[in-house]
């Protein structure tokens, strides 16, 4: 596995941040919440603070997503939208760090056409496997998997230590 000082060489970090807000529903107790600009929205957590976190995530897999597609994150807004209610707190989100490994296995999955099943039956692996190492939320990639992944996708691995 690649320890911590490993992670830190992988994380992708973006310089963006999205209105958001927290809302609390009295009737379940729970906490949930949406952005303004994207298509992200989280419900049944158990604080605020859950539901900020859940917020940092899907904004990280939806600019994840349109990264490994190639297409711009949209601008967000500038000025106050428009939301009221009793419960809700606007916050400002920013997403949380990604793994650049698993955003760089999706490009080169795309790039040949590969399904995720395929890389699976290419990497002799169930799906659930691909599914994991696909997630820019994960970092527990081993060195012989992406070994099988490389060979699954007909391309060399190479590792570097940059000073």
């Not at 609390?24 to 992200?40: A, H, I, M, N, R």
């Not at 992944?149 to 391309?155: G, T």
Request: aromatic share 8%.
């Amino acid at each position: 596995m690649i320890n911590e000082k490993g992670k830190e060489a992988m994380v992708k970090v973006w310089d963006v941040s999205y209105p958001c807000y927290v809302e609390y529903d009295p009737e379940s107790q729970t906490y949930g919440g949406f952005c303004v600009d994207l298509p992200v929205f989280v419900t049944g957590k158990a604080s605020a603070e859950e539901a900020k976190r859940a917020l940092e995530d899907g904004v990280a897999y939806y600019l994840a997503h349109l990264e490994v597609e190639g297409r711009p994150f949209p601008n967000p807004s500038t000025d106050r939208v428009n939301v009221e209610g009793p419960h809700l707190i606007r916050v400002v989100i920013r997403p949380s760090p990604v793994n650049q490994v698993s955003l760089e296995i999706e490009r080169a999955m795309r790039k040949r056409g590969l399904t995720r099943s395929e890389l699976a039956r290419r990497m002799g692996v169930k799906l659930p496997m691909v599914t994991r190492i696909l997630d820019p939320l994960y970092f527990g990639h081993s060195l012989a998997t992406l070994r099988k992944v490389a060979k699954a996708l007909d391309s060399e691995l190479e590792v570097r230590f940059v000073a």
